[in-house]
């Protein structure tokens, strides 16, 4: 089976409609010992197969209008972060302490983008605050990588013992995630079929989630990735945070296209959050599985007050196991799967030519939704869909057949960037890969500062 037909089949979407699609190969994209560029053009080319099909549905049309996947376009789509410019200002993508580091036995990775988590890895190591990354490369040094990686998760925050594929497969929390499908599906309640306002297919672009409210609680890659690429689709989506964690600005310039930037305290303003929930059509949660369960965020307990709700939740390891509790991120899925040593070696290791374990999770999210939707429209019920960067690590190193690429040759990004003048200043940006006849091409609005907007709906 190609990966466009099992991605289509883990939706659930029906067969018939892969013949909508067509694919623009081109040579030298995403090259890597693995198939990644396979797994990024079918991630892309389901994600727009179903925003096609929800848009046919709406519309009253015949046939779900053709679908075209360029391999240019996906590429640069995945690289979004690295190819953001700011007034000309490349991006920070990784802090001095987000790195590999030799232990006595090994290697291990570590994340400390956000201060919280630098914090936590330093108070773990026993270092002062305003600690080197000498002093800290001599500390890791003296211990073995899986003594580090344990004390830096016990302490709350992120690193990640360097894994071979055989290593990992050993391990618990390996056989939990290859024992899942690659995109949960579950249907609940039995609520009457979803309702859609008809769009008028003669308008200037089919936005099949218009008039839909997506309530945004993600975070860094994956989570955002799906719910700009349903803002581009024209779902009004707030992103809420909390208002002592502030994203990154080059993340919040990058992932916020299309959407609405809010503080809230989930604690303090539990009104303003239920009015939110009250008129929500789709809640998408990217923190570790059971962080928000406390403000009763739990699939169970959301389902309780809005039966008829799409949730969709994305985590790193997947919401079951040992590690089912534990942070994460696209680089330290890497490293634990075996990812990172299989593109280098134990000794040096590499990695993906770009983040694709959260690229293409954010758009098989993105895909579940709006499948989710399809399906509510016919037989109603509550959705939830669930995914898991390192349930499409183990597709990308044990389900994906790499394909010969004979097509054009692969000139690099321009043809698929554009600039966009906004709040944030001049950007430069990777135009949108989801394409289907008759859609959007680009998103309706710049990304806006974060938090400036009310916590309410339009």
């Known amino acids: 089976m190609t990966a466009i037909k099992f991605a289509w089949s883990a939706l659930g979407g029906d067969p018939a409609h892969l013949a909508r699609l067509t694919t623009v190969v081109r040579e030298g994209v995403l090259e890597a010992r693995l198939p990644v560029r396979e797994l990024a053009r079918a991630c892309v080319g389901a994600c727009a197969l179903a925003a096609a099909e929800l848009a046919a549905r709406r519309a009253g049309l015949a046939e779900v209008p053709g679908v075209r996947v360029d391999d240019g376009a996906v590429a640069a789509a995945f690289h979004s972060e690295r190819l953001l410019r700011v007034d ?40 002062p605050q305003d600690a080197s990354a000498e002093a800290v490369a001599d500390r890791i040094a003296e211990r073995p990588a899986l003594d580090v990686e344990e004390a830096v998760y016990g302490a709350g925050g992120l690193a990640v013992a360097l894994r071979s594929p ?32 008809p769009l008028d297919p003669a308008a200037a672009a089919l936005l099949p989630a218009a008039g839909l409210r997506v309530l945004d609680l993600t975070r860094v890659l994956a989570g955002p990735v799906a719910t700009r690429t349903l803002a581009l689709l024209g779902a009004d989506v707030l992103r809420v945070d909390a208002p002592w964690l502030p994203e990154l600005p080059d993340q919040q310039a990058d992932t916020g296209f299309g959407k609405r930037s809010a503080t809230l305290d989930l604690t303090a303003d539990r009104d303003t959050f239920e009015e939110l929930l009250a008129a929500a059509d789709v809640v998408v949660t990217g ?37 089912g509790r534990r942070r994460g991120f696209d ?3 890497q490293v634990a799967t ?59 190193t044990d389900g994906i057949r790499p394909t010969a690429a004979t097509g054009a040759p692969y ?35 710049p990304p806006v500062p974060w938090g400036s907007d009310s916590a309410r709906w339009r």
């Open 287 to 323: 923190y570790r599985p059971g962080a928000l369960d406390r403000f009763g965020l739990a699939p169970e307990a959301l389902f309780a007050r809005r039966p008829a709700l799409v949730v969709a939740q994305v985590s790193a390891w997947g919401a079951y196991g040992p590690w």
């Open 331 to 333: 680089s330290l899925v």
């Open 411 to 445: 000139e690099g990004p321009d043809a698929w960037l554009a600039e966009t003048d906004g709040p944030l200043g001049r950007l430069r940006h990777a135009l949108p890969p989801v394409s289907f006849a008759g859609g959007p091409g680009d998103w309706a609005r």
């Open 88 to 127: 000309g200002r490349t991006p920070v993508t990784f802090a001095p302490l987000s790195r590999f580091w030799r232990t006595a036995d090994g290697r291990v990775r570590t994340h400390a983008n956000y201060p919280h988590h630098r914090a936590r890895l330093l108070g773990a190591l026993g270092l």
């Open 166 to 197: 055989k290593e990992w497969a050993a391990t618990e929390q390996a056989a939990e995630v290859a024992a899942r499908p690659l995109v949960e599906r579950e249907r609940l309640g039995s609520t009457h079929a979803r309702v859609l306002t």
């Open 338 to 396: 075996g990812i990172a040593a299989t593109e280098g070696s134990a000794e040096e290791p590499g990695a993906l030519p770009a983040q694709a374990l959260d690229h293409g999770t954010g758009y098989l999210l993105a895909a579940a939704v709006l499948r989710a939707l399809t399906e509510q429209s016919y037989d109603g019920g509550g959705r939830l869909v669930r995914l898991a960067l390192a349930r499409t690590a183990r597709w990308l």
